[in-house]
């Protein structure tokens, strides 16, 4: 089964969509059911062409009654019930509809409640990312896919961000390339020493990753490796030393809980809904593409990004492909949009590729996003490649 991924203001108010979105040649639409903010372009609606979306939201109706704490905010630029009226014009149409479900990146929460948010080893927070360290943060999930189940009743339950986000974050102009750290720093930078956190790892944790990233002497010989006079180091084992394996086991527990319990919670509520996991073999990744080094026997599809080198993309999906249990299938997420070229011999070899390391199904994005030419493209390579 082929995707293309859409927002739900995509079809809200056009009724050439669906059959637009049909004619690609896919079986199923990712529609958002929940989302950070963004700035889109619309390049079909007959209202608009661009769109700001300020905040997070949930695209269905928000019953108070159904959530505690932690509550999502409704959109102000699409209706409320965006997610049900796009659903039904695609399903019309002849097409599955997925919910793709964004867990914990929302800046709307995050900076409402700043104790809830990955903090680093300095102590800086980030608004944008929910730790699921806390529970009032593993609940808030938990009532958001019950809420889609319930009342989206969707073809299928995509997870996105089920996990903690890192450091890496495209935000409000974005300025920290300058500071010319590694990716070895970037992931030091996206370990959480939130209140919930800093007490589960070893005491001197914070310091040997504070040490590592300033680059200055570390006296706790638990972090042997990381002195002034040591080179930058190549991997984040070597930065953390002795203390990898448990911080390492400590940091992919956070995602494998929350996963764990969505996924339980799902089985209760929708038996025989596929669910599909946005995941990444790196036992410290973080983003959109949760770590599950072990994999997930009890989800129906595991996939990996493919936005980058296709050739490295590949290896990671034979990694999840090694991972996964019979009758599970592997999913490649491919970039459709800038910097790919819109020439469908490219993609279509960029297909192959991605079939040979394990993919039996392709994730598009973005089907809402992609311009007249780049859809035909789209619909050309899916054709090629069947």
Not at 182 to 195: G, H, I, M, N, R
Not at 332 to 337: E, I, W
Not at 344 to 370: C, I, M, W
Request: charged share 15%.
């Amino acid at each position: 089964m082929n995707l293309a991924y859409l927002y739900p203001w995509d079809v809200v108010g056009d009724p050439s969509a669906p059959g637009r979105l049909a004619d690609l040649g896919v079986q199923a639409v990712a529609l958002a059911a929940s989302y950070h903010s963004t700035r889109a372009a619309t390049p079909y609606h007959p209202a608009h062409r661009v769109l700001d979306v300020p905040h997070s939201a949930f695209y269905l109706p928000i019953r108070p009654s159904s959530w505690a704490r932690l509550v999502p905010a409704a959109p102000t630029w699409t209706p409320a019930d965006a997610y049900l009226q796009a659903r039904d014009a695609l399903k019309a149409a002849g097409l599955q509809v997925h919910a793709w479900t964004v867990l914990t990146h929302n800046s709307h929460l995050g900076t409402a409640n700043p104790d809830l948010v990955v903090r680093n080893a300095f102590g800086d927070p980030y608004p944008y990312a929910l730790c699921p360290a806390h529970e009032d943060v593993i609940e808030y999930c938990e009532r958001m896919v019950q809420e889609i189940l319930e009342v989206g009743e969707p073809d299928g339950l995509i997870l996105e961000a089920c996990g903690p986000m890192g450091f890496g974050h495209q935000s409000v102009h974005e300025k920290t390339s300058g500071a010319d750290w590694t990716p070895v720093d970037a992931d030091l930078l996206s370990l959480c020493f939130c209140t919930s956190c800093a007490p589960r790892y070893p005491e001197p944790t914070a310091a040997a990753v504070r040490a590592a990233i300033d680059r200055t002497p570390q006296a706790n010989p638990t972090t042997e490796g990381v002195t002034a006079s040591s080179p930058t180091p190549g991997t984040i084992e070597s930065a953390l030393g002795n203390l990898t394996d448990e911080v390492r086991e400590i940091r992919v527990a956070l995602s494998t809980t929350l996963r764990q319990r969505l996924v339980t919670l799902t089985r209760t509520i929708a038996q025989n809904i596929p669910i599909t996991l946005h995941a990444n073999p790196d036992p410290w990744a973080t983003g959109a593409f949760a770590p599950l080094p072990t994999g997930e026997p009890n989800a129906d599809v595991l996939v990996a990004n493919c936005w980058g080198d296709p050739a490295t993309d590949a290896v990671r999906l034979a990694r999840l492909k090694e991972l996964t249990t019979p009758g599970q299938r592997v999913g490649a997420y491919v970039l459709a949009l800038p910097p790919r070229p819109a020439d469908p011999n490219v993609l279509l070899d960029q297909l192959r590729t991605y079939a040979k390391a394990g993919a039996s199904e392709f994730h598009l994005y973005h089907a809402g996003l992609a311009s007249p030419q780049r859809l035909t493209t789209l619909a050309q390579a899916l054709r090629l490649h069947t």
